[in-house]
């Protein structure tokens, strides 16, 4: 029963890391969404990974606007926009490969260079494989053996199952920063 908590403690604790590691990028850095911010350079110094988050920071002269395609976002062509956010503080999540593209709804803005274009590459650690060992029906074996013998076997069952289970945790930790 222990054994069982502890993989249980694991898991949760590998669950909330992965979801902290989750990153956060605030679009056009410390000067936020505004026409101040260079864009371009500031996306082309960041990895947006599937999982991560964007941040749209900025005052209410302003907003945001998805557009669908690369000609669209070209032109300003705000007409046909795929979303509209105006909270002041939006947070859009990545949530699949590919590009997305952003820019201000607020008339000339666009035109002005307050747009972006984000590539969000397939992050490595996203292996939703749920293989858990639950083989506890391999402690009825036969009983000729002594209790004490039983014992420790599933006691190193469970010790097996816990070093796998952290080395598990571990490769997906190390894959996330890569
Ligand atoms: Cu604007």
């Not at 949760?12 to 989750?22: S, Y």
């Not at 820019?103 to 292996?127: D, E, F």
Request: hydrophobic fraction near 35%; charge should be neutral; proline fraction near 3%.
């Amino acid at each position: 029963m222990g054994c069982k908590n502890m993989i249980f403690l694991v898991l949760v604790a590998t669950l909330i890391t992965k979801e902290a590691l989750a990153i956060q990028h605030v679009v056009g850095g410390s000067q936020g969404w505004d026409p101040s911010s260079d864009f371009d350079t500031w996306s082309s110094g960041q990895t947006f990974k599937v999982g991560d988050q964007l941040v749209f920071k900025y005052s209410s002269m302003h907003s945001v606007v998805e557009l669908g395609d690369e000609n669209s976002y070209k032109k300003c062509d705000i007409t046909t926009p795929l979303n509209s956010l105006s909270t002041g503080k939006d947070v859009v999540k990545l949530d699949k490969p590919g590009t997305r593209y952003f820019t201000c709804g607020t008339l000339g803005h666009c035109s002005q260079g307050m747009k972006v274009k984000i590539n969000i590459v397939k992050g490595s650690g996203s292996s939703s494989s749920a293989s858990s060992p639950s083989s506890s029906s391999s402690s009825s074996s036969s009983s000729s053996s002594s209790p004490t013998s039983t014992d420790a076997s599933s006691a190193s069952q469970c010790f097996v199952a816990l070093v796998f289970i952290v080395t598990l945790s571990f490769v997906t930790m190390i894959s996330l920063f890569n």
